[in-house]
Structure formats: structure tokens, C-alpha cells
């Protein structure tokens, strides 16, 4: 690649970032029309099957804005991704940390009966509870502990929903309470990695993101 062509490149992606009213109005609208999508049965399917796309959408946006590409960066993202994963995986055959859960055909592709989009939905849950918390409390181990209960919270407002969506069946139908002592356990070791990895957290989609995931949810346990 050429250098003029690079920085092209990046003079239009901060072109983009300059324009961030547009963009926070383009994700509102995302996630207006998911929770409409998803209210209505005779479309519901459609919407169910978009979930991927919606997922990888939003850690898009989220990226975009993200300015630090170091090591540092590359690492968490890794570890972030990987434990999540690796965490359901252990799940999902061994019933630890979490209980016993299968995980249905919503989330797309899988790997060891997971999808690959729950190693995205950990990194978004991480990135951007982390990126709030960073900003409000100090202490990397507090704001790490924090951003474990507001994720666990999180999850708590995930669960009815997709269960009603299929994107995972709990075993007996119930819910444990090791779900979410394991959700506080996992998210607070990730979120540990967050606070003390050495990369820029300034993200100025982070939070905004967050609060639509937030949004989504709770509208639909009200719905469905």
C-alpha cells in the first residue's frame, strides 16, 4: 500500500470520527429497528437470523473510534475474546462456571458448540463497561470489580431474552445462580486485563454503545 493511499484512508476514517453525531444516530436507529424487528413475530425470524451482522455492526462502530492499535490493545482483545470464549466453552461442557447450557443456531457459526459471536459479545461487554467505569472510579481493582456487577446486571437482562430468542437454552429451564457468580468471576478477571493493560482508553462511542446494548434488552423483557 501506498503511502499516499494510506493516508487517505486515514483522513477519511477521521473524517468519520469528526462526524460522530451522525454515526451515534445511525447506531440509534440500529437498534430501533432490532427491537421493533424483534416485537414482531411475523419478522422476528429475519431479525433472529440478523443477530451475527448486528453483533459484528456494533463491535465495528466501536473499533472505529478506537484510536490505540498497539500490542497492548492486540493483547487484550485476545485475552478478552479468548477467556469469554473459553469460559463458555468449559460451560457448555462441563457445566463450570456457569451451569449446564447448549447454545441454539442464532448466534451463527460455532466452534466447540459455541458461536464465535460470544467471544464478540465479551469483548463489546468488557470495552465498554470498562471504558465507563475507568472514568468514574480510580482504583483499577474497584473499577475492575465494578465493571464485573454492572456486566453480571448486564447478563441479568440478556438471560429472558435470549432465551426467548434461542440464543441458548438453560438445562430444566431455569436459570442457576452459578451463572452469575460465574459472569462475576469471569468479567472481573477480564476487566482486570482492561484497567492494567498500557493502551489509550478514550473511546468516544464506548459509552453510548453501552447504554443502547442496556436499552435493547430491557425494552425486550418487556416485550417478549
Given at each position: 500500500?501506498?503511502?499516499?493511499?494510506?493516508?487517505?484512508?486515514?483522513?477519511m476514517?477521521?473524517?468519520?470520527?469528526?462526524?460522530?453525531?451522525?454515526?451515534?444516530?445511525v447506531?440509534?436507529?440500529?437498534?430501533?429497528?432490532?427491537?421493533?424487528?424483534?416485537?414482531?413475530p411475523?419478522?422476528?425470524?429475519?431479525?433472529?437470523?440478523?443477530?451475527?451482522?448486528?453483533?459484528?455492526?456494533?463491535?465495528?462502530i466501536?473499533?472505529?473510534?478506537?484510536?490505540?492499535?498497539s500490542?497492548?490493545?492486540?493483547?487484550?482483545?485476545?485475552?478478552?475474546?479468548?477467556?469469554?470464549?473459553?469460559?463458555?466453552?468449559?460451560?457448555?461442557?462441563?457445566?463450570?462456571?456457569?451451569?449446564?447450557?447448549i447454545y441454539?443456531?442464532?448466534?451463527?457459526?460455532?466452534?466447540?458448540?459455541?458461536?464465535?459471536?460470544?467471544g464478540?459479545?465479551?469483548?463489546?461487554l468488557?470495552?465498554?463497561?470498562?471504558?465507563?467505569?475507568r472514568?468514574?472510579?480510580?482504583?483499577?481493582?474497584?473499577?475492575?470489580?465494578?465493571?464485573?456487577?454492572?456486566?453480571?446486571?448486564?447478563?441479568?437482562?440478556?438471560e429472558?431474552?435470549?432465551?426467548?430468542?434461542?440464543?441458548?437454552?438453560?438445562?430444566?429451564?431455569?436459570?442457576?445462580?452459578?451463572?452469575?457468580?460465574?459472569?462475576?468471576?469471569?468479567?472481573?478477571?477480564?476487566?482486570?486485563?482492561?484497567?492494567?493493560?498500557?493502551f489509550?482508553?478514550?473511546?468516544?462511542?464506548?459509552?453510548?454503545?453501552?447504554?443502547?446494548?442496556?436499552?435493547?434488552?430491557?425494552?425486550?423483557?418487556f416485550?417478549?
Open positions: 500500500m501506498s503511502t499516499s493511499t494510506l493516508t487517505d484512508k486515514l483522513t476514517l477521521d473524517t468519520i470520527r469528526q462526524r460522530q453525531s451522525l454515526v451515534k444516530l447506531l440509534s436507529i440500529v437498534y430501533i429497528v432490532g427491537i421493533v424487528g424483534m416485537s414482531i411475523a419478522v422476528r425470524p429475519i431479525f433472529q437470523a440478523l443477530t451475527p451482522l448486528h453483533l459484528l455492526f456494533s463491535l465495528g466501536l473499533l472505529l473510534f478506537h484510536s490505540d492499535w500490542k497492548a490493545f492486540i493483547g487484550f482483545a485476545v485475552a478478552a475474546f479468548g477467556i469469554g470464549f473459553l469460559s463458555e466453552v468449559s460451560g457448555v461442557h462441563t457445566g463450570f462456571p456457569f451451569g449446564n447450557y441454539g443456531p442464532v448466534l451463527g457459526l460455532k466452534l466447540w458448540e459455541v458461536p464465535l459471536m460470544i464478540v459479545n465479551w469483548f463489546l468488557i470495552y465498554t463497561s470498562g471504558e465507563l467505569l472514568r468514574v472510579i480510580s482504583n483499577k481493582i474497584l473499577a475492575s470489580l465494578a465493571g464485573a456487577l454492572v456486566m453480571t446486571g448486564i447478563d441479568y437482562l440478556i429472558p431474552v435470549a432465551i426467548a430468542l434461542d440464543f441458548w437454552t438453560w438445562e430444566g429451564g431455569i436459570i442457576p445462580l452459578s451463572n452469575y457468580l460465574g459472569w462475576i468471576g469471569v468479567s472481573f478477571l477480564i476487566q482486570l486485563i482492561y484497567h492494567y493493560a498500557p489509550k482508553k478514550d473511546n468516544a462511542l464506548a459509552s453510548y454503545l453501552l447504554v443502547h446494548l442496556i436499552i435493547f434488552f430491557a425494552v425486550l423483557n416485550i417478549l
